[in-house]
C-alpha cells in the first residue's frame, strides 16, 4: 500500500505559499525553469518579493547578468501560486525576445497585443484582450499608452517594465508614454529592469523611485529643494570618500545627502554589479575583424543615382515619416543592389497610382524589404523637427485641378518614373556585390579561426534585408557552404525552412516539443538546425530575436546598424553568460564611401562596441538611451553632406557630442548611488549557498513524489537523471504522459519535468483528495542508503507524528507546516525529527487507533508551534509595519518641508524689503517699497493658511494609510490536519 502520508507531505512542500522572506518562496519557481540559475538571481527576485507592502520594486543589475531571468523568477512564482494577471511592457524590439524566454525558460504561454492580434483577439470573441488569465500579456511602450484605459481596468497581479530607464523623466510633463503608463499601473505591483537607474540628473532618480512608489520621496518641488540644490557641485570623489577634517561643509553636507538617497531607495532598488559576481559568472572576450571591400563602377554608380534622388524632394518617397523612409531606402541600398531594385520597383508602382489622382497612395510598404520597419516606426514615432523632410507640394485634395495643372503633375511624374526605372534597371543589370564576395572571405577566415582555436565551426550573419539574405543564400549555395547555409527571418516561409520544420517535428513527436504554434515551432526547428547540423545562419535581426546563441562565437555585420543598442543586441545573441569562447565580430567597410569609414570608427573606436569582455559599457550604453538620436544623426549626415569634407566635418561634430556625453556620465558622482548603495552584496551573495541548497532540494522534492505517487511505474535513473515513466493504474492518466522526463538541464533528448506540467497538476490534485488514515508506518532506515543522525538515534523506537496545516492571510496569504511529534513515552521532538524521517522510506503497516491522550498531546505540541509562529508573524509584521510608518513620516515631513520653506523664503524676502524701506531716503520709492512689502505679506499670510490646510490634508492621507494597513494587518488564520500517523524506525 501506497505511504499516502508521505504523499501528502511532498504534495505539500510542493505547493506551499511560502512567506516572502524565506528562500523556499521561489521553491516552485526553481522548478518551473529551463537554466541553471546563480546566486545573485535568486538574491534579486528574493528582493522583489521582501516587503509585502512594497508597491514595487527595481531590479538594475549591470547588463550581462540576467535581469529577465530575475523577473521570469518572479513571474513564474506568481504563476504557480495562480496570480496570473501579469503584464510586460517593453521596447517594441524586444517583445518577442520575452515571450521566447517565458515560454523557453519558464513554460509560461504569453500573448503579444498590439493593433492587429487585439483585433484578431475581438473577432474570435475575447471582448476584453487585455484581460486574460492563462496567458502573460506583452506590449510595447507606445501600445500602453495608447491602450491606457483598458490597462488600468484590470486589476494586476503584477506589472513588469523592461529598459525602464525610459520613463525616469516621468516627472516632465511632456512626457506622455511615461506619464501614460504611471497612470494605468498605479494601483499595481510593478517590477521595473533597467541597466542604466541614473544618468544625468538626480531628478531621473526621482522620476524612476516614485514610478514604483510614490513616498519615497515626497512631492517634486521637495525633493529639488532637498537634493538638487546641493548636490551637483561635488565631484564623485568628494561624495563617496570617508568624512575626516579635511572637507568643507558642503563637501559634508553632499555625503550626507547622498548618503540619505541610498538609504531611501534601498527598501526598492537592488543592483548587482558584474565584477561583484564575476567569481561565478565567466565572460569571454569579444575581438572584431574588419573586412575592407571596393564597390565596382556599377554599383558606385547606383548608389550615387540613389542617393541624389533621396536628396531631392520628390512623389516617390513622400510619407508621413519622410526622414524615417528615406533611412529605411538609405540602408536597403547599402544593403545590396538586389535589395533596392525590388524597393525601386514598389515606388515605381505607387508613383503611377498617383498619376493618376495626383494624390499620395498610402505610405510605401516597404517591410518585406527592411524586416524591422515596423519597430523603427515605434521608435522613431516622435516627430523631430530638426529632420529634413522632402515631401513633395502635392495639391490640396478639395482644390479642383485645371488641365494645365494635371498636365503639369503628370509630366512631374512621368518624369520621375522614368528615372527610377533607370536606377531599376541598372540595379537589375548587377549580377554581383563585392560586398558579398568579401563575405566569403569573411567566412573564410572565420573557419580558419575556429580550426586553430578548436571552437564550434559556426557562423551567424545579420543583414537587414530580407532580399539581401536570399541572395546571399543564392551566393553561398554556389560554393560548398551552400550545403550546411540556413535562414533565419520574420516569417520563414520558403522550402527549405519547411524541410527543416519538417525533420524537427518528427524528431520530437513524441518529447512534448512541439507546441503547434507554427512561428514559434519554425524558430526552434532552424535554431537547433543551426546548433547541430548547419553552419552558417543567415538572420534578419526580427527573426533572431529573443534567441540565444552561446553555441555560436562568430558574428558578421553584413549590413552594421546604426544604432549602438542594435549592435550590442546582436553581438549579445552569442556573447553572453555561457559562451565557452571569445566571440569574434566581423564588420565591412567600403573603401569609397567616407561615411562608412566614420560609422564604423564611431560604433567601434568610440563606443567599443566589437572588443573586450562586456564591450560598450552601461553608463555609455544607458546615456544613449535607445540609439535612435545617433541613427538620426547619421541618417541626416548621409542625407545633407555631399563632399568628404562635409563627412568628416558633421562626423567630428557628432562624435565630439557623444565624447561629452559619455565624458559626463563617467564622471557623474550621481551615477554611483546605485553602484555603492549596497557595499554588502558580494557578502550577501556569498551567504545564499544554504538558500540555493535549499532551492535545489525541491528537485528532490519533486522526483521523489513522483516515484511515491506512480510506484513501479516511475524508474528514476541517477546517473541520467531521468525519470522513465509507463502507463499508471490511475483513472485520470493520459497516455502521451508516458515518456522520459528529466530535470537535467542540459538533456535535450527528453521531456523536460516541471511544476506546471498538466502530468504533475494531475498528480498533485490526486495527492490533495487522499484519505488522512490513522496507519502506522514502517521506516526502514537501515536499508535506505541515507546517513541521517537523527533517524539513526530513532532505530528501534515507536511513536507518533501528526503535520499540520496552517495559512495565514494577513499583509500576504502564507502557508507553513507545523509538526507534532512524540515517541511512545511522551518524549516530544522537533520539527527536524519529522522531516528527516519523513525524508526515508516507508511502507505501511497496519490501519491504528490513536488514543485521545496521545491526541491531546500532540494537540498541545501542536498549539505551542502555532502560537510561537503567529508570535513571529507578528513581529515580522510589526517590522513591516514600522518601515512603512518611517516612509509615511518622512514622505509627510518632506511635504511640510517644501511648504515651510516656501515661507521661509518669503520672509527673508520681506525683510530684504524692509531694509531697502529704511535705507531709501525718497518718499515715492518707499511707497513703492512698502506696497511690494504688503503684497509679499498678503502671499505669506495665504501660504501660512495654506500649510495648515496641507499638513491636515497630509495628516487626513495618513490616517487613510494607517486604516488600510490597519486592515491588512488583521490576521486571518485556516487550519487543517494533513495526517496522524503511528511511526516505527527499524
Known sequence: MKSFAQIKYLANLLTLKNPANSASKLGRSVLNSTIDLTPHQIDAALFAFQNPLSQGAILADEVGLGKTIEAGLVISQLWAENKRKILCITPASIRKQWQGELAEKFFIDSVLLDSKTYKTAKKEGNI?????????????????????????????????????????????SDNKIARSIQRSTAQSKKLLLTATPLQNSLLELYGLVSFVDNRIFGNLESFKAQFIQHSDSFDSESIFANTDSNKTAAEIRAEHLFTEIRKRIAPVAHRTLRRQVQQYVKYTNRTSHTINFTPSKDELDLYEKVSEYLRTPSFGVSSSNNALLVLVIRKILASSSFAIADTLEKLIERLKKVRQTQYPEPDVNLSDDFEELEELEDDWNEPDNNQTTCIYPFPPKDKVLTFKEKEYFNKKISAEINQLEDYRNLAQSITENAKGNALLQGIETAFKEASHLHSPRKVLVFTESRRTQQYLKNLLDKTPYGAKTITLNGTNTDADSKSILAAWKERHKSDGKVSGIVAADVRAAILEEFRDRAEILLATESGAEGLNMQFCNVVVNYDLPWNPQRVEQRIGRCHRYGQKYDVVVINFLNTANAADQRVLELLGEKLNLFDGVFGSSDPVLGALESGVDIEKSISQIFQNCRTETAIQAAFDELQNKLSDTIAKVNNQAKSKIFDNFDEDVQRRIKGLGKAMDELDQYEQYLIT???????????????????SIRQPNLPFWQENWNGTYSLKKSLVATRPLHFNLPMVQALLKYAEELPSQEHLLTFDYSHSGKNIAMVRGLQGQIGYLQVSKIKVSALEE??????????????????EYAQKLLSVPATVAEPIQIDNATHKALLSLYAEQKAKLLNQISEENAQYFDAEMDKLDQWAEDLKNDLEREIKDLDREIKTIKKQSREESILAKKLELGKLQKEKEDLRRKKRARLFDEQDAISAKKDDLLNNLEQRLHCKVTEEVLFTIGWKVL
Not at 484582450?129 to 506583452?138: H, L, S, T, Y
Not at 513524489?705 to 525519470?723: P, R, S
Open 705 to 723: 513524489f513522483m516515484q511515491l505517487v506512480l510506484g513501479q511505474n516511475c524508474k528514476y535513473d541517477t546517473n541520467t537523471q531521468t525519470l
Open 128 to 172: 476584453f484582450p487585455f484581460d486574460q488569465k492563462e496567458r502573460v500579456i506583452i506590449c510595447s511602450y507606445q501600445y500602453a499608452r495608447r491602450m491606457e484605459d483598458e490597462i488600468a481596468a484590470v486589476n494586476w497581479d503584477l506589472v513588469v517594465i523592461d529598459e525602464a530607464h525610459r520613463l525616469r523623466n516621468v516627472y516632465r
Open 814 to 831: 502564507s502557508e507553513f507546516l507545523l509538526f507534532s511529534m512524540e515517541k511512545a513515552d511522551g518524549t516530544p521532538l522537533t520539527a
